[in-house]
């Protein structure tokens, strides 16, 4: 069996309101065993035989939608990839120690070299950004509400959807595992 955590983009946000028993039971009747959610917000721990991610996304964006009448877009990582983006350092800790926030996006794939060049011509005096595989790493110095970022300003320079999730609930998710 192959650990996944499903990373949900438009859960709970937006006025899309899913109650986390219904998610648990639409996971389920896809297949999956040891369903559990963590925090409202989109995320899904479960486990399956495949470990075809690609294909489970897919699998998970058209039971979403035919189910809940809204598009979610599913990024899933094994248990594997969660534990290292939660212990990856992209920025010196002391930025790290200093900073208000501290995000991961999550992506269906690596960006091109042209939207990893748009996307880090967005860095400010309050905004850093450093892309790793198929998470881009947000440092936010000062509180995210005096950001101009946000995840529809991301989806629009990669010209792809991603979704947002700050480190420490990542960590806390990968120490679940």
């Known amino acids: 069996m192959t650990q996944f955590i499903a990373f949900l983009r438009a859960i709970n946000v937006g006025g899309h309101v899913v109650k986390m028993d219904r998610l648990r039971s639409l ?16 995320n899904v721990l479960f486990e399956t035989r495949s470990s075809d991610s690609a294909a489970l996304e897919k699998k ?28 990856y350092k992209p920025f010196p800790q002391s930025q790290l120690d200093s900073a208000t926030a501290f995000n991961v ?8 070299a042209a939207a990893q060049k748009k996307v ?14 198929r998470e881009l790493y947000w440092l936010c110095k000062k509180k995210q509400s005096e950001s101009t970022f946000s995840n529809a300003v ?24």
């Open 60 to 87: 998970i964006e058209a039971k979403l939608k035919e189910a809940l009448g809204f598009d979610s877009v599913a990024f899933l990582r094994t248990n594997t990839d969660l534990k290292a983006v939660a212990v």
């Open 105 to 112: 996006a999550f992506l269906k794939e690596p960006p091109d």
């Open 154 to 177: 991301l989806e629009k320079a990669l010209g792809k959807p991603s979704t947002l999730r700050g480190m420490g609930t990542v960590g806390k998710i990968a120490a679940k595992f």
């Open 27 to 42: 996971f389920e009747s896809l297949g999956f065993s040891s369903v559990e959610t963590f925090i409202a917000s989109g």
């Open 120 to 133: 880090l011509s967005l860095k400010t005096a309050i905004d850093d950004f450093h892309i790793h595989g």
